[in-house]
């Protein structure tokens, strides 16, 4: 008979389409092994928010908004650890499938929705924070330093990105204004998410890890007072 606890044990953070999938099948599934081993990754409950989940997930992907998969198992995880660069307990099972129970997704989500405002408004919010100029923009795309974050199609996007720092809003397509939207999203999240983390782990003003700093430079944008995001765009 399953469980049907309110309180689940556990906590997985996926994409929206693995989401339904668990929720589906009952299951979670080992992605590619790591060293040789498979092995499925969740937090217990009691000790890790939803939204410190959220945030280690968006901190390493630039993917859609992702779902919490709460979740009980009778099967026991085989070991415990602490990942010290993002602060989140989890648990680890050595295994390719997870049978699970109870389970409930979590998908508030917390960015904002598309830009409302007026193109004007737009156009200069975006010159103004995205600072990356179109040459440096351009060097960075060719620099295998942009390769340590973000997915190939994000990168794909740079020589538009810099295209658009170089061509007047009235001159924009359709696609540049969608791509100036999404890019304003993706930065005030991030470096809110900054924020909130370095407060949350005492780290400082911004807790500040490479993998953000390179996914923020693959959106044109160089966080002020991170000298690290400067240290990588002139080793680029």
Not at 182 to 194: C, G, P, S, T
Request: hydrophobic share 40%; glycine share 4%; proline share 6%.
């Amino acid at each position: 008979m399953k469980r049907t606890s309110r309180n689940p044990r556990y906590r997985h953070v996926t994409k929206p389409k693995f989401a339904q999938k668990i929720l589906k099948e009952g299951r979670l599934r080992a992605g590619a092994p790591w060293d040789g081993k498979y092995k499925i990754y969740a937090s217990p409950a009691a000790t890790v928010d939803v939204e410190l989940l959220k945030d280690w997930y968006r901190g390493y992907a630039d993917e859609p908004e992702p779902v919490v998969v709460e979740f009980d198992s009778d099967v026991r995880p085989h070991e415990s650890r602490l990942n010290r660069v993002m602060g989140v307990d989890a648990v680890a099972w050595h295994r390719k499938s997870l049978p699970i129970e109870s389970v409930v997704l979590k998908n508030k989500r917390t960015s904002r929705p598309p830009s409302a405002m007026s193109d004007d408004a737009l156009a200069r919010r975006f010159n103004r924070t995205i600072n990356m100029t179109g040459d440096e923009i351009r060097r960075w795309h060719k620099s295998p330093l942009s390769r340590r974050a973000s997915f190939a199609h994000i990168r794909a996007e740079l020589p538009l990105l810099a295209k658009m720092k170089d061509t007047p809003s009235a001159k924009w397509t359709p696609a540049m204004w969608d791509k100036a939207a999404r890019a304003l999203n993706f930065v005030e999240r991030h470096e809110a998410q900054m924020r909130a983390q370095g407060k949350r782990f005492g780290t400082g003003k911004l807790h500040v890890t490479e993998t953000r700093v390179v996914a923020l430079l693959n959106w044109g944008r160089k966080t002020p007072g991170v000298r690290l995001a400067t240290q990588l765009l002139d080793a680029a």
